[in-house]
């Protein structure tokens, strides 16, 4: 069986790590990685490879940066090439990113079987480009693998048929876990200004990751969340890794002399890689975040979580794990720290089959279920598809 991941973003790098390391247990299965790049930087992108120990892409589409509609565009453009010349049996979307939607389009368009990885969460808010990427990336998937129960309440409302949904467990889960050992073992970044501190006296330190276009924008509400995080700064230093789009927003905004002060306690540092992220999470009192990764990440290690978001795909998040939303004005933000800082933050439990074992269980219902599915997505007669001649696809 010929199975091309396509991965795009850091999100999808982490997801695919435990997917790619299962693949590659079955000597049946024949792996084809594709990265599109979308995120090219360093820290965006090559660390994560080394420090997930993922495997060198076989193909980079180079697709750089662009906006949502061009840079889905130019994916799937790029991409064509590579079905065809691959002609994979399975084709894998991770998430919710542009490149996930592009690889969704393409396989779909291409008549190859769709299996989405982290299906059905739904925010319920189309002004997020990952809500809109969700819900094309799901209707049109032929298998769907979901990480937690509203996922599958949600297909099933959306019209997917019982038997293509399979809850099998969350495999960013998957990677947390096999290398979390590692990243505690890991030194944390010379240029981060507390890394001294907090290796040497213990110092405690929360977590800050912001990089959504609804907080970081929109400056009126990047400044109220800015300053809220100045407050909370005050009772308990954070360190804020920036992602590259937030970097801008910071610049732009004059923010970045109001954290060069010799009392500031926000500390901006560069992105990280997933080792060094990982120890930082671990260790700290509280995560303050609008990703949905970190989200799920804070609630599997029992840190204490404040989304800055109205709303969340992820609900078990806050029904079972350790996450609460504060919105995006920034009153509720500094409130809430209080209470964590007081000792009453959520104490959560880690959600069912969130085991380190969901890889496992996708590469088994693939391997499964894969006679059933070509049935779904017939290449004209069964006897034309068997006489199709396997072309050999380049290796970089
Ligand atoms: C994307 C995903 C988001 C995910 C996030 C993780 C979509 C719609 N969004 O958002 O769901 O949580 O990745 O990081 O796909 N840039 C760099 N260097 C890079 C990559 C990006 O400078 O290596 C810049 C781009 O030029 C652009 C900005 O960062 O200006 C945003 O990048 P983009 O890939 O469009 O989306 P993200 O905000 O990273």
Redo the contacts with the bound molecule.
Sequence with gaps: MRILTVV????NFVKAAALLEEMGRHPEIESVLVHSG????Y???KTFFEDLEIPTPHVNLGV?????VS?TAEIMRRLEGVIEETQPDVVVAL???????ATALAAAQMRRTLAHVEAGLRSFDRTM??EV?RVAIDALADVLFVTEPSGVENLLREGKPEEAIHMVGNVMIDALRRFLPRARECALPVLLPMSKNIREQREAYGVVTL???STVDHRPTFRRIWAALQDVARELPLIFPV???T??RIEDSGLRETSCSDTNRLHLAPPMSYLAFLRLQSEAELIITD???VQEESSALGVPCLTVRENTERPITLTEGTNRLVGLDGNRLLDEARKVLRGEGKVGRIPKLWDGHAATRIVERLLNRIPDVHDLVPLGSSNERANIARPQYRLM
């Design positions: 795009g973003t850091r999100p979308q995120h090219y930087d820290e965006m992108s750089g940066s662009g906006g949502a840079q998430g919710d990113v542009n490149s996930s939607l480009p990952e990427n990089h959504r276009p992602h590259p789009r970097k801008v990703s949905g990764g």
